[in-house]
């Protein structure tokens, strides 16, 4: 398995522009989350995804931002308008739901976003 | 106060020595998570517990449930050790989101 894949690995834009970050999680994996990490506020819990359904978006900043997971595949995290205080990487990452809990998350390599 | 603490913030050492990070937390938890970040890298899950011991090579994370207390060491220290170790919870007893520690950043010289 190539494991979770994000896209891009890193992103520059300008302030107000839209900013779609991409993922793709581990086949078979049905739980899907999104994380920001900063120097100042270290690893953020943005959103997750149970079988497809945001269960807790209570980490999301503002209605800048939004997610959507169309199919077990996909996610996508948007920024709209991005701000420069935005700037960070962007985690996401994969695991697999069990009656027994969860068995370890993989973590893909991260979208470094810069907006100037 | 922060849900999850981590000891020390930053740590030096010298290679071959035993290197140990501390992790407290304040909520109550499905699992403990040790996770692994090198610099301008991705982070590697380590271990994932729930109680009592695990060891992986030269690593074992213990976890105390009744203290809210777990412990990640390091045996034989070696330079390709340094980066960041970060200790997270997982509530809710399912897939839930991570509540991450700040982090350690542990450096091992030659």
């Known amino acids: 398995d190539a494991g979770v894949i994000q896209s891009p690995r890193h992103e520059v834009t300008e302030m107000g522009q839209e900013v779609t970050l991409r993922c793709k999680p581990i086949?078979?994996?049905?739980?899907l989350f999104w994380y920001r990490q900063t120097m100042m506020r270290g690893l953020e819990l943005l959103i997750y995804f149970n079988n497809n359904v945001p269960i807790d978006d209570s980490g999301m900043p503002e209605d800048r931002f939004s997610a959507k997971m169309p199919n077990a595949s996909f996610s996508t995290l948007k920024i709209q308008p991005s701000e420069p205080r935005d700037s960070a990487v962007y985690f996401c990452a994969s695991s697999l739901l069990a009656v027994a809990g969860n068995y370890g998350y993989t973590f893909g390599s991260g979208t470094r976003l810069t907006v100037v | 106060k922060n849900e999850v603490e981590q000891s020390p913030q930053n740590l030096t050492a010298q290679e071959g020595e035993f290197i140990t990070i501390n992790c407290s937390y304040s909520v109550g938890i499905s699992a403990l998570h040790w996770l692994q970040q090198h610099p301008g890298g991705g982070i590697v899950s380590l271990f994932m517990l729930s109680s009592g011991k695990k060891k992986h090579g030269r690593l074992i994370a213990t976890i105390n449930i009744q203290e809210k207390h777990s412990s990640l060491h390091i045996t034989a220290s070696h330079p390709r050790d340094s980066a960041v170790y970060i200790c997270a919870v997982g509530r809710g007893g399912g897939a839930d989101g991570l509540t991450f520690g700040k982090g350690t950043h542990l450096i091992i010289q030659p």
């Open positions: 086949s078979g994996h049905n739980s």
